[in-house]
């Protein structure tokens, strides 16, 4: 790492200037889109995926200069060294090689001697054959019943992407499967997932890194212990995802199988992995989730190849950098106009909240103000009848619309008011971003809209599975783009560490008392002591 | 209204001064905590809920000003005065009498000359009957089936609160009903609900005060098109929550039933009105709806008469305000340790943000700076493995807490690491605001952690549905006290209206072309005319 640090390059002051400058009159986002060919100027098309920026706060020369920290930066460096399992992930030392879990070109990517594409291959391969043998009757359950409900045993990275996916794809769940997820260490959340399968046709998915993720434990011995109450061997009812020689890593006996992932590819990152592969391929087929990976793919090329200037996950990482650190949103909002779509923020969220929420940039220097975004979403128009008066009245933030060309479905939609339902959704993402960024004066200050406010236009033109990987992949991208800008790691994540070890600590109390009931919590803060009190109480008082 | 504006008081200047202090490493929040009977002066019980602010960056002196700052708001007059039925919508010449509709006593709140609760009360006996009706098999749908599903048709405040009930009491959903919720206008929101239900077997609730919202009546258009065509007769499958007079209250013939909304109860408050009524007592039965009603009664009771001092919601509401004007964080996170309560986060987001998302107080004029804060949330633990690394380590913001001590479901949990799932459910939570608050340093700024982070904590007993109400009740209550501290009227909604006339104008554009293919689009900006052209043409180029 040479000495590119964000806070303090000449060009992020200068970028501070023309953020001042974006607040006068004259840059008034009405005006600015106004202009003839603003779309043509501040918009591209590649990987599949249409993006305009012109209803975002920027110019010409704020774009030029962007493009230039880019290049200070060396993001076209960075991306290409990640791609070519360079470990990027530097205070890990390890790897970040999700785009290789989708690249189906020959070209071999070494890890420490070893060709991880093979690797992967390899568990893509035997996914196939899995998911192809159970959908086949081959590979069933201890009482020979054909498996119809699969269940995801796993918490963050590895469920948010496949919840993502598996709710976008829905529609074309054929195969006769039930996917539920079983993330939290919530007694509540166990329950509702044991009442909707059928024990003798289920097959449970558990899958952790380390296979040592407590949530992910503590429900894995619940399993076990609830399938052996109903007179099941759990272990032909199990399949695993994890590390080469982890707990959970014992293939047939205990499990039916172990599918491999690598610390190459983080949680977050690793929807396209086997961590994705498992559940989708047994919940879509393996046919569709092939698809997928290839839209995936097809986006990682464009974000590889194109020049920066029509890259669009860097644009959007530039835009991303632009409205968090200069122009000072505290939060963006992705809305889809598509109900396929509804789980794609709280996937964003995590991808891109848990990679940039950093404070520290990847040299391990304090950076002068925290990187990253909060992220949040609700599928249009609902969210307009939630959020959008705030949005629209309250402190401005970015927003990315998303829309969709053709819908999954060809249901008779009738005609409302002249228009069917896709063109009534339609009509109401273009009113929103177009009146956000106009705004409208009146008057009366209470029905005054100040305009102004940001917002990029996504688009694909459906919702196969191709178009939901290159969705996925532009985020992928774009969030480690940003990173790249702000001169941050990524892949990391030890901001999540101390609360585990707290955690431990009060477990250790709590085990304490459930053993001796006279334990009595001595050693706990006052103001935790009253908190266990409460709960062994099982009262307010 | 007298002169009492927020940003211009002397007690705004004093208490910015006091924020500026908190700032100093001697207000850290880990210093701050482990004051002795710490928690003891900084929580309070009341109307069934336990709330610990011990972890905000408050001390005596602040709150002293905070609470002093709401008598020259007039806070408990304006309440009162809600409670009483005065007009205190002002813009809009309204009542907010959503109290009212879970109020048990005897007596009358008189609106221009009728009594309220009467009229509430008998719509409440209307759905009473109605409900036992459909449950005994007395009212079916047209082929004389008994119904067991039953689609919430409405958006926004239509459904979100019933969303969160259903969702917190849907382990006690006994009747045998499925509860399926159509908001959006998009085709496969339809398609998907469609699957799911037995037309013949299905009760339509289209939900909408004027009954001319237009995702709802675009949705009202299609499910008579789609039951006619399966042979049914919609009227005879559908029941209309809407105003009195309103298009949809047109009772037996072209309804089974029409319940009265009222212009008194905006959508975001009308879960204890029919709107949640109705389809919760066919869901839940009229007895838990009942019983939910009466936890908010409780806690509406503890808003009114408890002292500001001891008021939850006031106190709440007031950490609210002095987290988002004076310390100037932009967003607060709602993190249940519930899975049950895992849609709360969507509706407070709706309830809190539509209310007091506004630029405007309560007279009209201009406020200084908006009001109003970002809302979002998921379960705990879940949420930890998706955004906690950035309320970690990236920029803070405050962070609502809620804890069961005792879960719906008495399923075996057995015992990992020597604790049970609710247990180590516990573990977290405590480590999650304790690891906030007091943060660990590191000689790696990486594994460094600043603390300093604050967090309320709110505690329930049990998620029974009284529970469930006063949950809701305790979040409607602070936003309105939030909202009278800021001085802004939070029961209108004018925000919402400039997207809505701007989407009618692209609509018309539409359906032009719909009914002459050569329109060109030609009034259009040149932005929305691209769209235009890539819809009608299905492809991106």
Same mark, same amino acid.
């Given at each position: 790492m040479v000495e590119y640090r964000f806070h303090h390059h000449p060009i992020y002051r200068r970028l501070l200037e023309h953020a001042g400058r974006m607040n006068g009159p004259d840059c008034h986002l009405g005006r600015l889109a106004a202009a003839p060919r603003r779309l043509d100027a501040f918009s591209a098309t590649g990987g599949g995926v249409f993006y305009d920026y012109s209803r975002q706060r920027v110019d010409g020369a704020i774009m030029d200069l962007l493009l230039e920290l880019a290049g200070e930066a060396e993001v076209e460096r960075q991306f290409a060294a990640m791609a070519a399992g360079e470990k990027v992930n530097v205070t890990e030392n390890r790897a970040a090689l999700h785009m290789a879990a989708r690249s189906f070109s020959s070209t071999p990517v070494m890890v420490d001697g070893r060709d991880a594409k093979a690797d992967l291959h390899n568990v893509l391969e035997q996914i196939r054959l899995f998911s192809t043998a159970v959908h086949q009757g081959e590979i069933t359950g201890g009482t020979g019943q054909p498996f119809s409900h699969v269940v995801v045993v796993g918490i963050g990275g590895s469920y948010l992407g496949t919840e993502f996916v598996a709710c976008a794809l829905e529609a074309f769940a054929d195969k006769g499967f039930t996917l539920d997820f079983l993330a939290n260490v919530d007694i509540h959340n166990f329950a509702a997932v044991w009442l909707r399968i059928v024990p003798e046709k289920t097959l449970w998915v558990v899958i952790s890194k380390s296979y040592t993720t407590v949530e992910t434990m503590a429900n894995e011995d619940l399993i076990r212990r609830h399938m052996e109450a109903a007179g099941l061997n759990p272990s032909q009812h199990m399949v695993t995802v994890t590390s080469k020689g982890s707990p959970g890593d014992r293939g047939a006996g205990r499990e039916l199988a172990a599918f491999h992932m690598f610390d190459f590819i983080g949680g977050r990152y690793s929807v396209t992995s086997a961590v994705g592969g498992v559940p989708l391929s047994l919940y879509l087929g393996f046919e569709r989730f092939e698809r997928f990976l290839k839209g995936a793919e097809e986006m990682d090329r464009h974000a590889r190849k194109a020049p920066p200037s029509a890259n669009l996950p860097l644009i959007a990482a530039l835009i991303g950098v632009w409205n968090t650190s200069f122009l000072g949103y505290p939060q963006t909002a992705i809305v889809p106009y598509a109900f396929p779509l509804r789980k794609l923020a709280a996937h964003i969220q995590q991808l891109n909240m848990e990679s940039n929420g950093k404070s520290v940039d990847a040299s391990g220097r304090k950076l002068d103000e925290p990187a990253g975004t909060m992220i949040f979403g609700e599928p249009g128009t609902n969210a307009q009848h939630s959020f959008f008066q705030l949005a629209h009245q309250g402190k401005a933030f970015p927003i990315d619309f998303i829309g969709v060309l053709n819908p999954q479905t060809q249901l008779d939609e009738g005609k409302f008011k002249g228009v069917g339902h896709q063109q009534e959704l339609w009509a109401n993402l273009l009113a929103q971003s177009t009146a956000l960024a106009? &705004? /409208? %004066? @009146? $008057? $009366?200050?209470?029905?005054?809209? #100040? &305009? @102004?406010?940001? %917002? %990029?236009?996504i688009v694909v033109e459906d919702l196969e599975s191709e178009s939901v990987g290159r969705l996925l992949a532009f985020y992928e991208a774009k969030t480690i783009f940003e990173a790249f800008v702000w001169g941050i790691n990524p892949f990391d994540q030890f901001g999540v560490? !101390?609360?585990?070890?707290? /955690? &431990?600590? !009060?477990?250790?109390?709590?085990? /304490?008392? @459930?053993? $001796? #009931?006279?334990h009595d919590f001595s050693e706990v803060d006052p103001i935790n002591r009253r908190y266990l009190q409460m709960l062994f109480n099982g009262r307010l008082a």
């Open positions: 106009s &705004g /409208a %004066s @009146n $008057d $009366d200050p209470a029905r005054s809209f #100040s &305009g @102004n406010r940001p %917002s %990029s236009t560490e !101390l609360g585990k070890v707290t /955690a &431990g600590k !009060l477990r250790t109390e709590m085990a /304490a008392r @459930n053993r $001796d #009931s006279g």
